[in-house]
């Protein structure tokens, strides 16, 4: 079983910034896509940034403000760097992850992150991240 916990997320003003956590229960290694998803009611789930056989993507929209990042040594940290952050960027945030060699319950958050898509089988209760102009 899987566990995800995201954590750090609050209310910031635009162009601020905030860093987002994670800690994952479970085997990670370099095969295993860890990355972060974004929901805002009456909006399509956004694939934020993911990490995948040691390389970050990113969507477009975040490229170049965003840094995902992956701490082995720290309890399986995840952590989402989030600079220059706009009103756009108001959702809730969550940590997810395929499992890697993990049981997969069905179904799954299917995520496109750019023009790559992900599926995540487990993800966290999420965090709430708010910018206001």
């Known amino acids: 079983q899987v566990q995800l916990l995201e954590s750090g997320g609050g209310s910031v003003q635009s162009g601020g910034s905030l860093t987002l956590s994670c800690t994952i229960s479970g085997h990670i290694d370099s095969s295993t896509s860890i990355g972060w998803f974004r929901q805002t009611p009456g909006k399509e789930r956004e694939g934020v940034a993911v990490?995948?056989?040691?390389?970050?993507?990113y969507s477009p929209s975040v490229a170049g403000r965003f840094t995902i990042s992956h701490e082995d040594s720290n309890k399986n940290t995840l952590n989402l760097e989030m600079r220059r952050l706009k009103p756009d960027d108001t959702a809730m945030y969550y940590c997810?992850?395929?499992?890697?060699?993990?049981?997969?319950?069905?179904?799954?958050?299917?995520?496109?992150?750019?023009?790559?898509?992900?599926?995540?089988?487990?993800w966290g209760q999420g965090t709430q991240v708010t910018v206001s102009s």
């Open positions: 990490i995948y056989l040691n390389s970050p993507y």
């Open positions: 997810a992850t395929d499992g890697g060699p993990a049981t997969r319950p069905s179904p799954a958050q299917h995520v496109w992150v750019g023009h790559f898509p992900f599926e995540f089988y487990y």
